[in-house]
Every structure is written in structure tokens, then in C-alpha cells.
């Protein structure tokens, strides 16, 4: 047999150096990731990378800082499998492998002078952050801006200094709410549907983006539909499980339509078909 | 567009001189009509006369575990690992999956380690002259004739092979084994012969148009064929891996047991599998035998019509074939049919 080394390989690996660690639940950590040579990633909000680390494997994970952070960008990871569980175990000055960035982000050119609402469940706050972290960073191009997020109970509310954050801001309307509230509790309870607001809405200049757990697209699509939202002004950003990020694996096929090429950010008009989408 | 002839008993003499140049893939029985592609170094253990074999040629262009990566603690190489071969003796549904695969894995971004691997590989491919059993459909697929994807084809007749000789490394392989004699108008009198024969034996298995095919499935996806399936498949991933067009792949770790090296390996995978389309929070999204099957039907007769402008099913029968739920395709397409008519 011959072996031959593969320069070309779109399977190698950029080393990414850890430079920050956070812990933002008992699940969840923060990464900050530096690339060598201060290279940069050079992605689109939504779009996801492949980290892993030799041994325990490779798994998707969606970029979840704005491009205009800099020389850096976050991974916020869940403890859930055997290479998430590894890289939990990974420390500041670590490296892990970086493949990427992959997949269609949100058409943040389309958003420019239109309203935004901008709506979260639970973990979809994660690839969100980095929509919310540009529209934030270029607050003047856009119109008015809500983020809606609705979380299970207080305590699966992510980035929650952030999160201040955002509600001190003139500029943006934040509200959050929870399905289960504890005594400390001064926000909403109730399903996500009940935060969209009646007022803010010129159904055509509105874009509304909604990233959160399957079950949630077909309650807050019709929601939206309600209010007269065109179809195509309906960003989704589906969860699959892209292996290979190059089309070709088949896990993350969606019918005809591959998340790792064709999305994982779809405008609702491309879906609304495809039975096996939502 | 040459064309030579090999004399039957020279035809030992031929595999040899070539397995003395580099490794000779061919058909091989295994016994209960059973057929395997493996290396040879005579033409007495080759069987000219085969049903497909159990896993079609995909095999040396994509191998059931491959290493991607090789890596140890302080850096990682991307590799390919491959052969100098020729396969010989294809028949034409090989040939036309190979040619679905070539296309899957040359668009970007580029898979180079299939492509470094079918660089490497010389096909000789072989024509059938009748239908290999009841599952095959290779008429309705249009891959009874062969449809180019070889260096050299091979048509037999009783006494002598005749072989076209198609691409210059094909050429160069006549001329080194040297035993070859050129082709008269009596040997071509003769194919063109045997070819119009074979139009008789050959009839389109079901009563559609091949172009129809994929219109059928734009009506059926909530067809009540599939909760058939759904009641009949094991998900044993047999039809998939079978399938001379299926790709889908896993991507794996395994460390050494010195724990500071290690490869990344790709390995086949199968939509049909129970855990194929589930995500880490828990979610399924083909979550019955149904849905995969429909998933798996609609890999070979609806996406790929769409991406590629052709069916990725090649009509050879395996998954048929290799089937423990006796899930024919023909049938399959045949139900599909009379619910529309």
C-alpha cells in the first residue's frame, strides 16, 4: 500500500489555542479560540466550525461571537458526548482542532435598514449571540432591533452579564421568558409566542430570525405568518448533525438540501416544502 | 477508437502479465452464487460469468475504513492511502455507479482522498449478455450497454475477447501484454450482431420511462409505500452498503494504545441506522424504518436528479438482493406506480 501526505486535505485541522475559558452553567463552557499567527476566521454570523481534539473526535459547533470581535472567536460548548465532555476537560493555553468556518450565516446584507427580531430558545441563544454581537456592533445600519429569548427555567438562561448588558442598551428591545419561573424571578413566564410584539411591526420591512430547539420553529413561524411576516423575511437556523461539513457525509441532509452547504440558516420560503425540515 | 481481439486461451496469459505489473482486482466466486471482487494473479481464477458481486467495486475507490488523518501529540497529517490496481472485469451497472461516484466526490470542495485513489485504478470493464437474475433493472436505468467510465471493455464471444480500447492507459496496457491481435471488419460485423441481440433480451423490467421515474417521486413522498417499509425493514443497513452509489461516511478517532498517537479513519455509514440522523440534544429527524427507507429510496430517484442530472441507482439488484426483509426495489418502484395510475 502507499501512503501519501494530503496537503490539499479539506479533513486537516488548524490548531486553535484556547485563550480564554469560562464557565456559564454546570453544562456549558466559553471558549475564546485564537488561530495561529493571528489569523483570523474570517466567518459569517451563524455559520458553524468543526472542533475537535485528536483522539475523542470531531463534532459541529456553531461560531457564536461576531466577526467583529477581532483576532478571536467563542465556542460555547455543552457537555453532551464524548468529544464535547473531552474538550470540557481542555484549558487556557490548549489547543484544539478547527476546521472552517462552514455553512450559509444569516444574510446580514438583507437585514440592512429593516427591523429585526431576533428570537431565541434555550440553547439557540448560542448561535444567535453572534448575530446580536454584529447588529450591535453595527447598530446604525439597521432599523429596530428586539431579542426575544425563552429559556425553560431562570437557571438555562446563558450569558446572563451579557444579557444585562443588552437590557441597559437604548438601542435594543430585550425581553426574556421562561416557562417555569423561580421566586427570584422578575421577567416574563409563558411560551416565546406571547413575547412578539403587536406594535413593532411593518410586516415588510421586518426580518425575523428564530434559532432554538426543533420543536419551536412551527409555533413561532405561524406566529409570525400571523402578523403578516413574508415568508421570505423568516430566517431559521436548523439543527443537524454535520459530520463532514462539505455535502457529502449525508448526516445533516435535510430531503435534497444539506445543512452544512445549503444552511444551516435557511430563509422560510426555501423550507416550507420540505416536510422533513421542521 | 480501437478496438483488438485476445484469443480465450491467451486470456491466463494476459491477467498474468498484468498482475506482474501491479495488483489485478477481479470477480471471484465464493461459492452459493456468490461473487467477490479480489486480487488475482491468473485468469483461471477469475469468473467471467457473475452476478453482481457482494459489494460492488465502490470498495477500492472508497474503502469501508480509510485514514484520513494521521496524528500524535504534537501534529497531524492529512494522508491518502491507495493502490496501483486495475479492476478487471466490471459490468456496466459498476461502471455507471463508479461514474456517479466520481462526480460526488469531484465537486467542491474536492474529496482527494477518493480522487488520489481513482487516479490509481485502470477499469476494464466487462458487457453482459443477459440479465443476471430477477432483480436486476439495469435496462430501466439505462446501464445494459456500456456507457464509457472504462479504459478497456471486454465483449465475449465463444471463441475470442473482444476489447475497446478507450483511454491511452488502456492502450498502453495492450501494447505492453503485447498478445493482442487487431479487430477486422468480421469482429465488428459480429459486436454490432450480438449487440442488436441483446435489444431483444433486454426490455425495460417495469412500464415507465426511465425520465418518468423522477416525476413519480415528486408525488409520492407520503406515499403508503413506505409505511409498507416501515413495517418490513430491519434497518440492517444491508441495502446501503451494498449500493454501488451510496457515500454516506462516519468520521472516527482511534487513539493507539500508547495513547499519544492515533488516526482519524472514515467508515461507511448507513441512513438506514436508527442513530444516523439524531443530534446531540436527542432529536431525531428520520426517526422510523419508513422515513429512512423513503430517505434512501429518494437518494437514488429524486435528489440526485436534481444535483447531479441522473439516477443514482444503476439497477444491479444488490440491495434486493441483500435484503433479509425481501424489500425488492422493482417491487418498490412497481407499488409506487399503481398508486398513481
Known amino acids: ?278 | 477508437m480501437a478496438y483488438v481481439v485476445l484469443r480465450k486461451d491467451r486470456f491466463d496469459d494476459f491477467v498474468s502479465a498484468l498482475s506482474a505489473q501491479r495488483k489485478v482486482m477481479a470477480p471471484v466466486s465464493r461459492g452459493y452464487n456468490q461473487f467477490e471482487f479480489d486480487e488475482v494473479h491468473s485468469g483461471r481464477e477469475i469468473a467471467l460469468s457473475y452476478i453482481p458481486t457482494i459489494l460492488p467495486p465502490k470498495k477500492y475507490f472508497m474503502p469501508q475504513r480509510e485514514t484520513l488523518i494521521q496524528f500524535n501529540s504534537d501534529s497531524a497529517e492529512a494522508v491518502v492511502d491507495f493502490y496501483n490496481m486495475v479492476i478487471l472485469g466490471v459490468h456496466t451497472c459498476d461502471l455507471a455507479g463508479i461514474q456517479c461516484l466520481n462526480m460526488v466526490f469531484s465537486e467542491r470542495p474536492k474529496d482527494y482522498n477518493y480522487l488520489v485513489r481513482k487516479n490509481n485504478i485502470t477499469i476494464i470493464g466487462l458487457e453482459c449478455n443477459d440479465y443476471c437474475d430477477k432483480y436486476a433493472s439495469c435496462t430501466l436505468m439505462s446501464a445494459e450497454l456500456p456507457n464509457g467510465g472504462y479504459d478497456l471493455f471486454i465483449t465475449e464471444f465463444d471463441e475470442y475477447l473482444l476489447f475497446h480500447v478507450s483511454t491511452q492507459t488502456g492502450e498502453d496496457i495492450i501494447n505492453s501484454v503485447g498478445i493482442f491481435e487487431p479487430a477486422n471488419a468480421s469482429h465488428m460485423s459480429r459486436l454490432a450482431g450480438y449487440r442488436r441481440q441483446k435489444r431483444s433480451i433486454f426490455n425495460k423490467e417495469l412500464p415507465v420511462d426511465s425520465k418518468d421515474i423522477a416525476a413519480l417521486f415528486d408525488k409520492s413522498f407520503n406515499s403508503r409505500v413506505w409505511d409498507g417499509l416501515n413495517e418490513r425493514c430491519l434497518a440492517c443497513g444491508n441495502c446501503t452498503n451494498v449500493c454501488p452509489t451510496c457515500y454516506c461516511f462516519d468520521v472516527i478517532d482511534e487513539p493507539a494504545l500508547d495513547l499519544t498517537t492515533g488516526r482519524r479513519y472514515r467508515r461507511w455509514d448507513s441512513c438506514q441506522l436508527e442513530p444516523f440522523a439524531r443530534v446531540a440534544g436527542g432529536a431525531n429527524f428520520r426517526e422510523s424504518r419508513g422515513h429512512r427507507q423513503r430517505h434512501r429510496y429518494y437518494r437514488k430517484f429524486s435528489y440526485p436528479v436534481r444535483k447531479f442530472f441522473r439516477y443514482f441507482c444503476t439497477g444491479c439488484g444488490r440491495c434486493s438482493r441483500a435484503c433479509m426483509a425481501n424489500i425488492v426495489l422493482k417491487d418498490v418502484l412497481r407499488d409506487l406506480l399503481r398508486e398513481h395510475q
Open chain 1, 1 to 278: 500500500m502507499n501512503r501519501q501526505i494530503l496537503n490539499s486535505s479539506h479533513f486537516s485541522v488548524e490548531r486553535g489555542v484556547i485563550v480564554k475559558a469560562r464557565e456559564l452553567s454546570p453544562h456549558d463552557k466559553l471558549f475564546e479560540i485564537a488561530l495561529p499567527e493571528g489569523k483570523r476566521l474570517h466567518h459569517d454570523p451563524g455559520q458553524f466550525v468543526e472542533v475537535s481534539v485528536f483522539g475523542a473526535g470531531e463534532a459541529p459547533i456553531s461560531v457564536c461571537s461576531s466577526p467583529t470581535q477581532g483576532d478571536t472567536f467563542d465556542l460555547c460548548i455543552r457537555d453532551v458526548g464524548r468529544v464535547t465532555h473531552t474538550i470540557h476537560t481542555l484549558r487556557e493555553g490548549d489547543t484544539l482542532g478547527v476546521r472552517g468556518p462552514f455553512g450559509r450565516g444569516f444574510p446580514v446584507r438583507l437585514f440592512e435598514g429593516n427591523d429585526l427580531v431576533l428570537i431565541a430558545g434555550g440553547l439557540g441563544i448560542v448561535p444567535l449571540r453572534s448575530l446580536v454581537q454584529y447588529v450591535i456592533s453595527n447598530r446604525r445600519d439597521f432599523g429596530k432591533v428586539s431579542i426575544l429569548l425563552g429559556c425553560k427555567t431562570p437557571e438555562d438562561v446563558l450569558f446572563g452579564d451579557e444579557i444585562e448588558q443588552w437590557n441597559k442598551r437604548i438601542d435594543v428591545h430585550f425581553v426574556c421568558t421562561v416557562d417555569k419561573a423561580d421566586p427570584e424571578w422578575c421577567g416574563h413566564v409563558g411560551v416565546i409566542t406571547s413575547l412578539i410584539p403587536e406594535e413593532m411591526l411593518i410586516p415588510e420591512r421586518t426580518f425575523a430570525v428564530i434559532v432554538g430547539p426543533p420543536v419551536m420553529y412551527k409555533y413561532v413561524i405561524g406566529e409570525l405568518l400571523k402578523k403578516h411576516i413574508p415568508d421570505r423575511q423568516i430566517i431559521v437556523s436548523l439543527e443537524r448533525h454535520m459530520k463532514c461539513g462539505m455535502g457529502r457525509c449525508g448526516h445533516c441532509q435535510i430531503e435534497n438540501l444539506y445543512c452544512c452547504c445549503d444552511g444551516p440558516v435557511f430563509h422560510y420560503d426555501e423550507i416550507k416544502h420540505i416536510e422533513e425540515a421542521i
